[in-house]
């Protein structure tokens, strides 16, 4: 009796080899297009770039009409040292700091002056302080209220500058800037309806601004909005063309929304337009050999800087061992014929792996072996050629070669698992049970298995009968 009827007879459920991995390391992540689409934009998308100082130093101004005023004592000194905040803030704070001694309480004005000098010295928690001190008396000081929320956004204390900002929103600051740190805070704190709402008037305050625009697709892309998204990344190409990122944002949308052809038509745009990446040449590549224009998918790959020759037949080749792996075996056989054949191992390789596979989906195991067999040549200790030869050796009904491939398979590491487990499945066919069970016991030292440790004792009975 055979290894494979004996296999199923008994119910033992072993791995196999019959479909190899599509390529060298078969645990090689790949992105689905929605984790292509998050990482073009990136998690920081939005994040306005500000500077703090800026902002603050801003503040020095004053907005007589809603914010309160300071005494006469204190707009005199204020005025008498306003000339040297520039030029010697450190003893501007010192003349400030005088009047701290008396019996009088310091204005909500005042507040906010020292505290903006003591930010402009680093007293960071000083300058805190008397911004507090500042809305605490004066609960509508809009300038107050925002730089409270700088301090905290530089402090990443994302909730703390979110209730700062929205704050200053609701007091009547119609500042695309700010209303964009609201949002950037609102999307850290995952409250992400809020953050589009906040982005969403960011970009109506400033709609050429493209950090809106970024901060609102990155939340479409964390929910998979992707119809929703097409207009804001059109919008993108449009103020920024010369951006290859958004050629390759907009594409790679497209191609999530199944509109392979409207990606591939972009990216020549970008193409002619000069501004398409190397990134964008090999999607534009692999979109026309998706579509089976192949001659085409060659231009795009030649077009790439650098070894294209190379590359362009890496992608065939992996998109071939794709093709094999959906079951699309004449469309795989077909771009197979059609990629030159190349000497230097790193191309030679994945041909030859590319070949195997073929050939065991067809069920063609001698030529399989040899596709095997020729990768041992170069690389004895190749993991998946050495399961790959057994098991086509297995197939072919050659017992004794298949175990020795399988014997050679067990020193390496990577294939030792499964290795156990073929030699436990050809032991079984000849009824070495007890061999069986040896290997069994060591795959599932290797990686522990009930279904393994049930099969262990099925076999155990057999022995008994």
Known sequence: MSARPLLFATSLALSSVATLAQSDDPTAPQLTPQEQLEQIIGSTAGQPDVDPYQIINESYNFRKEREPDMTAAEFALYERMSSMVETNPTFALQLLETMLGDDQDDSAAFDLALGNMYFSEDRIDDALARYTSAVTKYPEFLRGWVNIGMIHYQRQSWA???NAF??????????????????????????TLGAEMAFMQAMTANPSDTNWIGGLLELYFINGRHAQSESLVRELVRLEPGKAENWMLYSSLLVSLKRPLEAAT????????GTASPEALGLLGDLYVGLGLIPEAVAAYGAIPGDNEQLGAARLLAYARSMVKDGNLKEARSILAKIPVRADWELAKPRLFANAELAVAEGNWTAAQQAYATILNREPLNPYALLGNGHAYAELGDAARAEFAFENALQVPAAEHRACLELANLALADRRFPRAVQMLNRADALEPSSAIRSQIARINNLAAQ
């Open 160 to 162: 703390d500058a979110a």
């Open 166 to 191: 929205a704050k200053a929103v609701n007091l009547g600051d119609r500042d695309a800037q700010t209303f964009g740190l609201l949002a950037f805070s609102l999307r850290q704190t995952g409250n």
């Open 266 to 273: 972009q990216l020549e745009i970008a193409r002619e337009l």
